[in-house]
């Protein structure tokens, strides 16, 4: 049958009419209207309230019992039930208020209303709906906070717990770090209002671990909605013998070292030291020598020593030094510098060429640093020899701090000298004096910044900068996300030293005597940063200036994947469409790219640049050279970092030379703490070349060295002593260790921030201690039920000067004995142990006694009479499970030996809804 939309409507109309009938029927002439949901607006808003009307609309009295049921999260306050009795024609009125518990759901949740018409004996069904305002809130804590790792210790649960103390779900994330245990963990946990996680950090302790273990704090960290905080749980070695210094006779340490360098094609074998003292004045000296060692261009150096001593006042240096100043020198040499009020300084310094090094120059200096109110000056004058040259050099220079704020930076530098050649030749240049001039500046206004440097040498200065125009400007606008800039780059140096600059692999032609200018946008992204920049590039100097100018682009980006995963990209490329008299197309191009992850990665170069072939009809040709090169690596860190390091492959192939070389790169360290010693591997290790002077170019470098740390005990003045302290059992308590009694094994001292166990004699000691009081702390557990210090928990010795024995007596005292007993639900699948759970006992005088239960949840604590509090340690449980009493107050009296109490922890009780059969 085709029913029509009227018709329809018809039906649903006629049915709820006969609904509404229905329930109006149930109470006759009684009406009840109320507000149909609240929500609290604040959350300090704990109280809720809703009126209830009943309204009489017949001709007789009514009687009435209205029933208000509870809802999850929310208590009424009064009575459940009320009886009201309504006048014919009137209304009355019930005030329900509702106050909210801590785990009030941010969810609707229902309040039924049942009211019965006990005139009539008819009954109705309502409700309205409460919710609590959304709140976002966690704890983080720790049952315990101290851990002990002793003799037999070799795996170690540290346990923390999350708890959502909102009313919501929230999202909280969780770092846990300690490099010791090489601990570096995230977690994230969603976790609904009231809901709790309960995270275990399962430790390995291994012998070597502890050798080294003192005391290490695991570091847990969590981060929710708008709150961050940080939870330190401490893990401490329980010894019996500790060292404070490693000996009790001043030390001068020093660090053995030796290894086999490979440069070129020869092999060498070296001895050296260093070391690093700090001297009773506060001075520093440091000193070091090594037999060979790698030097400028991979030659080896013989005989480099170093020695170096540094006062509030002074800094004296003699041994290896460079300058990488106006004159580039490499050698030996000396220096002296006097700090006067921290104003003004003074220094001298001179450099001389090692013999194997490829720069010849020997340079000596002289300067001030001083400072005129908020200017700062720097002043020098040198003297440089170049030997091969035959050329004597006298430079003075000054460098002024004008301006240094925080938006606004302006130095400036000027600098006059002169060249004097000691053998007059045709074709020597002109002895004239040359000058430099030169500024750096950096402006910040609002979202525009400008940095700008720019260095001029004239011809005839003395230095690397002779003949140099070397300048950087930039100008940047932030918009928003973007950033729009101009930039000119100038770098022309006329020196003939190309040390520096260049590689077998990658060339100077970018960075060096070079013009490029051109605008540049970037655009910052969540985890991409994207930079385009285009414009014009050309070669400047003498012997490329027949190289066209390029039209040039310029690109690079990186994307941080995660916190592991890295890929980066730059590429710098130029093309010109007719280049001499053959018209040819021209690019260039500097490419590299990056995927660098967690476990190795990965790099690529490709460089391409132009060369000038002179013909000898007069007629040039250019040909374009080429340079790639592929290189994989992968890191290492086993054995809990023991070997670091990372290890690589590298293939290239240059067009220049048509070449093809491959070689292993290393760099790895393996540190064996439980000798004192490091082994380092660096270099490049050739595996083929088509080219048989390959291992002349300076590639080919290998190092192995062994490294030893020493404290070399200087025996004429004993610097530290030794406490050592004995427990025992004073039977006949008269404060003296006689014969026959009892050592106190096993039990916990602390000595400030030490933990110690007492052996088999009842004996600690704490060697190499400076002269003073020790705090020592027995208030720990021993495993001698009803003894407890006679002279107190908390004891002061001091060290004066020679190594000291005290003997601690132990006497009775009284005994608290408890047990925890756990009652869980039988129908849950929760876990819950007793084992670990903290009891601290405190007294009235502030003291404290801790103990902690064993897997029977058993726990003992001797203490002297008094007046004492017993409680448990709340933040180790939840709203679920908690005990019937978190703490007792008792009073143990001199006639009482063992006074016994339990704790009960009970699981709420599961509401068990039961169906009725229809």
Do not use: C
């Given at each position: 049958?085709?029913?029509?939309?009227?018709?329809?409507?018809?039906?649903?109309?006629?049915?709820?009419?006969?609904?509404?009938?229905?329930?109006?029927?149930?109470?006759?002439?009684?009406?009840?209207?109320?507000?149909?949901?609240?929500?609290?607006?604040?959350?300090?808003?704990?109280?809720?309230?809703?009126?209830?009307?009943?309204?009489?609309?017949?001709?007789?009295?009514?009687?009435?019992?209205?029933?208000?049921?509870?809802?999850t999260?929310?208590?009424?306050?009064?009575?459940?039930?009320?009886?009201?009795?309504?006048?014919?024609?009137?209304?009355?009125?019930?005030?329900?208020?509702?106050?909210?518990?801590?785990?009030?759901?941010?969810?609707?949740?229902?309040?039924?209303?049942?009211?019965?018409?006990?005139?009539?004996?008819?009954?109705a069904?309502?409700?309205?709906?409460?919710?609590?305002?959304?709140?976002?809130?966690?704890?983080?804590?720790?049952?315990?906070?101290?851990?002990?790792?002793?003799?037999?210790?070799?795996?170690?649960?540290?346990?923390?717990?999350?708890?959502?103390?909102?009313?919501?779900?929230?999202?909280?994330?969780?770092?846990?770090?300690?490099?010791?245990?090489?601990?570096?963990?995230?977690?994230?946990?969603?976790?609904?209002g009231?809901?709790?996680?309960?995270?275990?950090?399962?430790?390995?302790?291994?012998?070597?671990?502890?050798?080294?273990?003192?005391?290490?704090?695991?570091?847990?960290?969590?981060r929710?909605?708008?709150?961050?905080?940080?939870?330190?749980?401490?893990?401490?070695?329980?010894?019996?013998?500790?060292?404070?210094?490693?000996?009790?006779?001043?030390?001068?340490?020093?660090?053995?070292?030796?290894?086999?360098?490979?440069?070129?094609?020869?092999?060498?074998?070296?001895?050296?030291?260093?070391?690093?003292?700090?001297?009773?004045?506060?001075?520093?000296?440091?000193?070091?020598?090594?037999?060979?060692?790698?030097?400028?261009?991979?030659?080896?150096?013989?005989?480099?020593?170093?020695?170096?001593?540094?006062?509030?006042?002074?800094?004296?240096?003699?041994?290896?030094?460079?300058?990488?100043?106006?004159?580039?020198?490499?050698?030996?040499?000396?220096?002296?510098?006097?700090?006067?009020?921290?104003?003004?300084?003074?220094?001298?310094?001179?450099?001389?060429?090692?013999?194997?090094?490829?720069?010849?120059?020997?340079?000596?200096?002289?300067?001030?640093?001083?400072?005129?109110?908020?200017?700062?000056?720097?002043?020098?004058?040198?003297?440089?020899?170049?030997?091969?040259?035959?050329?004597?050099?006298?430079?003075?220079s000054?460098?002024?701090?004008?301006?240094?704020?925080?938006?606004?930076?302006?130095?400036?530098?000027?600098?006059?000298?002169?060249?004097?050649?000691?053998?007059?030749?045709?074709?020597?240049?002109?002895?004239?004096?040359?000058?430099?001039?030169?500024?750096?500046?950096?402006?910040?206004?609002?979202?525009?910044?400008?940095?700008?440097?720019?260095?001029?040498?004239?011809?005839?200065?003395?230095?690397?900068?002779?003949?140099?125009?070397?300048?950087n400007?930039?100008?940047?606008?932030?918009?928003?996300?973007?950033?729009?800039?101009?930039?000119?780059?100038?770098?022309?140096?006329?020196?003939?030293?190309?040390?520096?600059?260049?590689?077998?692999?990658?060339?100077?032609?970018?960075?060096?005597?070079?013009?490029?200018?051109?605008?540049?946008?970037?655009?910052?992204?969540?985890?991409?940063?994207?930079?385009?920049?285009?414009?014009?590039?050309?070669?400047?100097?003498?012997?490329?200036?027949?190289?066209?100018?390029?039209?040039?682009?310029?690109?690079?980006?990186?994307?941080?994947?995660?916190?592991?995963?890295?890929?980066?990209?730059?590429?710098?490329?130029?093309?010109?469409?007719?280049?001499?008299?053959?018209?040819?197309?021209?690019?260039?191009s500097?490419?590299?790219?990056?995927?660098?992850?967690?476990?190795?990665?990965?790099?690529?170069?490709?460089v391409?640049?132009?060369?000038?072939?002179?013909?000898?009809?007069?007629?040039?040709?250019?040909?374009?050279?080429?340079?790639?090169?592929?290189s994989?690596?992968?890191?290492?860190?086993?054995?809990?970092?023991?070997?670091?390091?990372?290890?690589?492959?590298?293939?290239?192939?240059?067009?220049?030379?048509?070449?093809?070389?491959?070689?292993?790169?290393?760099s790895?360290?393996?540190?064996?703490?439980?000798?004192?010693?490091?082994?380092?591997?660096?270099?490049?290790?050739?595996?083929?070349?088509?080219?048989?002077?390959?291992?002349?170019?300076?590639?080919?470098?290998?190092?192995?060295?062994?490294?030893?740390?020493?404290?070399?005990?200087?025996?004429?003045?004993?610097?530290?002593?030794?406490?050592?302290?004995?427990?025992?059992?004073?039977?006949?308590?008269?404060?003296q260790?006689?014969?026959?009694?009892?050592?106190?094994?096993?039990?916990?001292?602390?000595?400030?921030?030490?933990s110690f166990?007492?052996?088999?004699?009842?004996?600690?000691?704490y060697k190499?201690?400076?002269?003073?009081?020790?705090?020592?702390?027995?208030?720990?557990?021993?495993?001698e039920?009803?003894?407890?210090?006679?002279?107190?928990?908390?004891?002061?010795?001091?060290?004066?000067?020679?190594?000291?024995?005290?003997?601690?007596?132990?006497?009775?005292?009284?005994?608290?004995e408890?047990?925890?007993?756990?009652?869980?639900?039988?129908?849950?699948?929760?876990?819950?142990?007793?084992?670990?759970?903290?009891?601290?006992?405190?007294?009235?005088?502030?003291?404290?006694?801790?103990?902690?239960?064993?897997?029977?949840?058993?726990?003992?604590?001797?203490?002297?009479?008094?007046?004492?509090?017993?409680?448990?340690?709340?933040?180790?449980?939840?709203?679920?499970?908690?005990?019937?009493?978190?703490?007792?107050?008792?009073?143990?009296?001199?006639d009482?030996?063992?006074?016994?109490?339990?704790?009960?922890?009970?699981?709420?009780?599961?509401?068990?809804?039961?169906?009725?059969?229809?």
């Amino acid at each position: 049958m085709k029913l029509s939309l009227p018709y329809l409507l018809s039906i649903i109309l006629s049915l709820a009419v006969t609904s509404f009938t229905e329930a109006s029927a149930q109470l006759a002439d009684i009406t009840v209207s109320y507000r149909d949901s609240l929500e609290s607006e604040e959350e300090d808003n704990k109280l809720l309230s809703n009126n209830i009307f009943f309204s009489n609309k017949g001709l007789k009295e009514s009687e009435l019992l209205v029933s208000i049921h509870d809802t999850t999260g929310w208590k009424l306050i009064g009575e459940k039930k009320q009886i009201i009795k309504i006048l014919p024609g009137t209304t009355r009125l019930i005030s329900l208020n509702f106050i909210k518990s801590a785990t009030a759901s941010s969810k609707w949740l229902p309040v039924k209303i049942v009211v019965l018409d006990k005139i009539n004996i008819l009954s109705a069904t309502y409700s309205f709906q409460l919710k609590a305002r959304p709140v976002k809130r966690f704890e983080l804590t720790g049952n315990e906070t101290e851990f002990y790792v002793q003799k037999d210790t070799r795996n170690l649960a540290v346990k923390y717990t999350v708890k959502n103390t909102g009313n919501t779900d929230d999202i909280i994330d969780v770092n846990i770090q300690n490099p010791f245990f090489n601990l570096s963990e995230n977690k994230r946990l969603k976790l609904e209002g009231g809901e709790e996680y309960n995270g275990v950090i399962n430790l390995r302790v291994t012998d070597l671990m502890k050798q080294k273990l003192i005391k290490e704090s695991i570091k847990i960290s969590a981060r929710g909605y708008r709150k961050k905080t940080v939870l330190s749980l401490n893990v401490n070695r329980l010894l019996n013998t500790a060292k404070k210094h490693t000996s009790a006779y001043p030390t001068f340490p020093i660090e053995l070292e030796t290894g086999i360098l490979k440069s070129f094609n020869q092999n060498s074998f070296y001895l050296g030291f260093s070391g690093e003292k700090v001297l009773k004045n506060g001075a520093k000296l440091k000193y070091g020598y090594r037999s060979k060692q790698f030097g400028i261009a991979n030659r080896l150096e013989q005989h480099i020593f170093r020695v170096g001593y540094t006062t509030d006042k002074w800094s004296i240096y003699a041994g290896e030094m460079a300058d990488m100043g106006y004159f580039n020198a490499f050698g030996q040499g000396f220096s002296g510098t006097h700090f006067y009020k921290k104003k003004l300084e003074l220094g001298v310094r001179s450099i001389f060429h090692n013999r194997a090094s490829p720069v010849k120059n020997d340079m000596g200096e002289i300067f001030v640093k001083h400072k005129f109110k908020k200017v700062s000056f720097s002043h020098s004058l040198s003297v440089n020899v170049s030997r091969p040259e035959r050329r004597g050099s006298v430079l003075l220079s000054t460098e002024a701090s004008l301006i240094s704020t925080t938006n606004f930076l302006l130095t400036v530098k000027a600098a006059a000298g002169q060249d004097h050649f000691m053998v007059k030749v045709p074709g020597v240049p002109f002895e004239k004096a040359g000058t430099l001039f030169g500024y750096s500046t950096s402006y910040t206004l609002g979202k525009v910044s400008l940095n700008s440097d720019m260095q001029i040498g004239s011809y005839y200065l003395p230095g690397i900068y002779s003949g140099s125009n070397i300048q950087n400007h930039a100008l940047s606008v932030a918009l928003g996300k973007y950033a729009v800039g101009l930039n000119y780059q100038r770098n022309e140096v006329q020196t003939k030293n190309f040390l520096f600059r260049d590689t077998i692999f990658n060339t100077a032609f970018f960075e060096l005597n070079m013009e490029r200018y051109g605008v540049t946008v970037s655009r910052q992204f969540k985890k991409i940063n994207i930079s385009l920049g285009a414009g014009k590039f050309k070669q400047v100097s003498t012997f490329t200036s027949q190289l066209p100018a390029y039209n040039f682009i310029d690109f690079a980006s990186t994307y941080r994947i995660n916190q592991n995963l890295l890929f980066s990209i730059r590429s710098a490329s130029g093309y010109n469409s007719t280049v001499g008299i053959k018209g040819q197309k021209v690019w260039v191009s500097n490419s590299s790219a990056l995927l660098d992850t967690k476990f190795g990665g990965i790099r690529a170069l490709y460089v391409r640049i132009p060369r000038i072939l002179l013909g000898l009809s007069g007629a040039d040709s250019l040909v374009e050279r080429e340079t790639m090169s592929i290189s994989p690596y992968i890191k290492l860190s086993l054995f809990q970092k023991t070997l670091i390091g990372n290890i690589g492959y590298s293939i290239a192939r240059s067009s220049f030379d048509n070449n093809t070389i491959s070689f292993l790169t290393t760099s790895l360290n393996y540190k064996n703490k439980k000798n004192g010693f490091d082994v380092r591997v660096f270099g490049n290790i050739p595996i083929s070349s088509s080219e048989s002077d390959f291992f002349q170019r300076g590639n080919s470098n290998f190092n192995i060295t062994i490294f030893k740390k020493l404290n070399v005990p200087i025996p004429f003045k004993k610097k530290y002593h030794t406490l050592s302290v004995k427990l025992y059992k004073d039977i006949n308590q008269n404060k003296q260790l006689d014969a026959g009694e009892q050592p106190i094994q096993n039990a916990i001292v602390r000595i400030g921030q030490n933990s110690f166990e007492t052996d088999k004699y009842g004996s600690i000691h704490y060697k190499n201690i400076e002269n003073g009081f020790y705090p020592l702390d027995f208030s720990s557990v021993s495993t001698e039920k009803s003894m407890i210090p006679a002279d107190g928990f908390r004891q002061f010795p001091e060290v004066k000067g020679r190594n000291t024995s005290i003997s601690i007596p132990y006497q009775k005292g009284k005994l608290i004995e408890g047990k925890i007993d756990i009652i869980l639900d039988t129908f849950s699948a929760k876990k819950f142990f007793a084992k670990g759970l903290k009891i601290v006992v405190s007294d009235t005088s502030g003291n404290y006694y801790i103990a902690f239960a064993d897997e029977a949840g058993d726990f003992f604590v001797s203490v002297p009479a008094g007046r004492y509090k017993i409680s448990l340690n709340p933040e180790a449980f939840s709203a679920e499970i908690q005990p019937d009493q978190m703490e007792y107050v008792l009073d143990i009296g001199k006639d009482e030996d063992v006074t016994k109490i339990l704790f009960t922890v009970r699981q709420r009780n599961r509401q068990i809804i039961y169906l009725k059969n229809n």
